[in-house]
């Protein structure tokens, strides 16, 4: 396989409450409904929208590495604050508290 498209981010984890998205917390803004009851087996991050003009548009399959036990495929289904940069939020369900990880590496993959 050979990697289109590559970064260094930090990852953080977020909710699906209102405190930490709006007022329509089960939607992502690439319109997919959030399964209220686990969030996290979808596997969607978030991306900041830097990262957007790389390729990390909603849709586009993510492999991370470098966040021990949230490594592996993700799929980019949410937008982050404008405030952001360089950064990927993974959503993970309530009971998950407290993650961070720096120097993690994303990447899209082409089988071609």
């Known amino acids: 396989m050979v990697a289109l498209r590559s ?56 492999c991370v590495e470098g966040a021990g036990e949230m490594d592996g495929i993700w799929r980019v289904e949410d937008r982050m604050n404008k405030r952001w940069t360089n950064r990927i939020d993974f959503l993970v369900n309530e009971e998950m508290t407290g993650g961070k990880w720096e120097n993690v590496k994303i990447y899209i993959e082409s089988t071609q």
Do not use: C, M
Request: no cysteine; proline share 4%; net charge positive.
């Open 7 to 62: 970064a260094l981010v930090t990852a953080t984890i977020y909710h699906a409450v209102p405190e930490q998205t709006n007022a329509d917390y089960l939607t992502t803004a690439s319109l997919k409904k959030i399964n209220k009851d686990n969030p996290q087996g979808h596997r969607w991050i978030a991306v900041s929208r830097d990262l957007e003009k790389l390729g990390f548009v909603f849709g586009t399959y993510v």
